[in-house]
């Protein structure tokens, strides 16, 4: 639990350093320099490359978080492990080229008409799959070496640092539009990269096969656990991604840029969630192998408290100030108002359930995973196809929220009768009256002329509301304790809450 909440704390401070970096470039700088075309570009690339990456790792990202416990051996390097991801990278990235150029005239003929900017550029899909495969490889490897930090760092905090920076040097006509594109491939290609150097450093990167360690029952465990996380890996990262290609198909290349830059208000909230579950699902996997039952509750519990709380106050929060974000935003992404709210409280219920489905897909039932996935696939095409012809980008977000409450529920209740944990208490009863007391004491303040001083204030008294509540009625031990720590740490106060 000490590795959980130390990389988890560093890997907050990195990913909302990113946040604040990701703000100034995608809801500041994007709305008021690009179209929202050039916008719905970059957006469509990403979503087509993620898609791919993940068919690329073939599933093996889901056999390394489940395996590699087996072949922990630092001075037998690890058995080969790294010969083997490489290789099955590398065979699953050949695959996805086949998929892609198999899809590339549909994709070219269909988009002529409504989006012909990406056609122009359909291509760098392909260096976007590769270095985006070879990371998530990468840095899965080292979160089974218990360093889950540099990979957080290298996405969410360095890898929005050059966007910022190139984005700069665009406003300021140093280059154009399509030198812009090719350099935003190659800020999402440093990572990659970059953790690579990290991990030979570390002497971490061996590339010799032990193909003796790899006896009939370990390959067969792999196969069967890389064959569902292929489905899972790629459904899932289909589901985040479908609403813009759907939007792209039925509305157009403008309105994906319009829900790409209201959507990532939305993602904000689940920001805290990214560092928790990456690090976790190493000491799940032990867990399970030890069969300890008890940290694994417990860590169910906690993760679905604080991360209920977290989210809930990002939330309210940021619909709290969404008049501000309409003063920032240009006139044409006020379509996207209620984006922000609905893919906000979507992207809560995968916080309040915790790690649930970390703990679903590391166990001996990890097949559920898969299928629980394939049902949010099924969904959100079905809720796209009916909602988003009626309420526009709107009925994408929508779309978004209902699959996310149906699957997160039916997870919840899987872990309850099949493991016996329940992570709902009275608590989690308390921190939603909390959360809607917070917004509504920072609802009811009158606006300010200064937009910035409007935004400092308002988000002062959501937090302090929320926070005061929080600590006073005792609803998580871990933010007490912390509140103490740091009072006697940096005020020199001794208290006991």
């Given at each position: 639990m000490g590795i959980i909440r130390r990389q988890s704390i560093i890997g907050t401070v990195f990913t909302y350093l990113g946040v604040l970096l990701g703000f100034i470039t995608t809801a500041v700088l994007f709305p008021k320099y690009l179209t929202t075309a050039q916008i719905g570009l970059i957006g469509l690339l990403l979503s087509y490359a993620m898609f791919l990456a993940q068919i690329s790792s073939l599933g093996f990202i889901s056999a390394t978080t489940r395996f590699f416990t087996y072949f922990r051996d630092k001075e037998k390097y690890h058995h080969g492990f790294v010969f083997l991801l490489v290789t099955v990278t590398t065979a699953g990235f050949l695959l996805s080229l086949v998929i892609y150029f198999a899809a590339r005239e549909f994709l070219i003929e269909s988009s002529t008409a409504k989006s012909a900017l990406f056609v122009a550029y359909i291509d760098y899909i392909i260096p976007l799959t590769f270095f985006t495969a070879f990371f998530n490889a990468l840095d899965h490897y080292y979160k089974v070496l218990y360093n889950a930090v540099i990979g957080i760092v290298l996405k969410e905090f360095v890898q929005r640092l050059f966007i910022l920076v190139i984005t700069v040097l665009f406003i300021y006509t140093l280059f154009s539009f399509h030198r812009f594109v090719q350099m935003y491939v190659i800020c999402f290609s440093l990572p990659a990269v970059i953790i690579f150097f990290y991990l030979l450093k570390a002497g971490e990167i061996h590339l010799k096969p032990d193909f003796a360690f790899l006896n009939r029952e370990l390959v067969s465990g792999m196969a069967g656990v890389s064959l569902f996380g292929i489905i899972a890996g790629a459904t899932g990262i289909f589901t985040l991604n479908i609403d813009r290609i759907m939007i792209d198909r039925i509305l157009g290349l403008s309105a994906t840029g319009v829900y790409t830059t209201t959507y990532f208000f939305g993602t904000l909230i689940t920001m805290p969630s990214r560092s928790l579950t990456k690090i976790s699902a190493t000491v799940i996997a032990d867990a399970w192998k030890n069969k300890d039952m008890a940290t694994l509750h417990n860590l169910l519990y906690k993760s679905c408290l604080n991360q209920l709380i977290i989210g809930l106050l990002l939330l309210a929060g940021i619909w709290g100030n969404i008049d501000n974000v309409y003063r920032i935003l240009p006139e044409e992404f006020l379509a996207g108002k209620y984006v922000i709210l609905l893919v906000g409280?979507?992207?809560?219920?995968?916080?309040?359930?915790?790690?649930?489905?970390?703990?679903?897909?590391?166990?001996?039932?990890?097949?559920?995973?898969?299928?629980?996935?394939?049902?949010?696939?099924?969904?959100?095409?079905?809720?796209?196809?009916?909602?988003?012809?009626?309420?526009?980008?709107?009925?994408?977000?929508?779309?978004?929220?209902?699959?996310?409450?149906?699957?997160?529920?039916?997870?919840?209740?899987?872990?309850?009768?099949?493991?016996?944990?329940?992570?709902?208490?009275?608590?989690?009863?308390?921190?939603?009256?909390?959360?809607?007391?917070?917004?509504?004491?920072?609802?009811?303040?009158?606006?300010?002329?200064?937009?910035?001083?409007?935004?400092?204030?308002?988000?002062?008294?959501?937090?302090?509301?929320?926070?005061?509540?929080?600590?006073?009625?005792?609803?998580?031990?871990?933010?007490?304790?912390?509140?103490?720590?740091?009072?006697?740490?940096?005020?020199?106060i001794n208290v006991r809450l």
């Open positions: 409280l979507g992207f809560l219920t995968d916080m309040a359930i915790g790690v649930s489905h970390v703990i679903v897909s590391n166990s001996r039932l990890y097949k559920y995973a898969t299928y629980y996935l394939l049902l949010m696939v099924l969904l959100v095409i079905c809720f796209n196809l009916l909602l988003i012809p009626i309420l526009g980008i709107t009925g994408a977000a929508l779309s978004f929220l209902l699959t996310k409450m149906i699957v997160n529920i039916a997870i919840m209740y899987f872990v309850k009768y099949k493991f016996g944990m329940m992570p709902f208490t009275y608590r989690s009863l308390l921190v939603i009256l909390f959360g809607g007391a917070a917004f509504l004491a920072g609802w009811f303040l009158p606006a300010m002329t200064n937009l910035y001083l409007d935004i400092l204030i308002r988000s002062a008294v959501i937090t302090i509301v929320f926070l005061v509540l929080i600590i006073f009625f005792r609803v998580s031990e871990d933010i007490n304790e912390r509140v103490v720590y740091y009072l006697k740490r940096f005020l020199g």
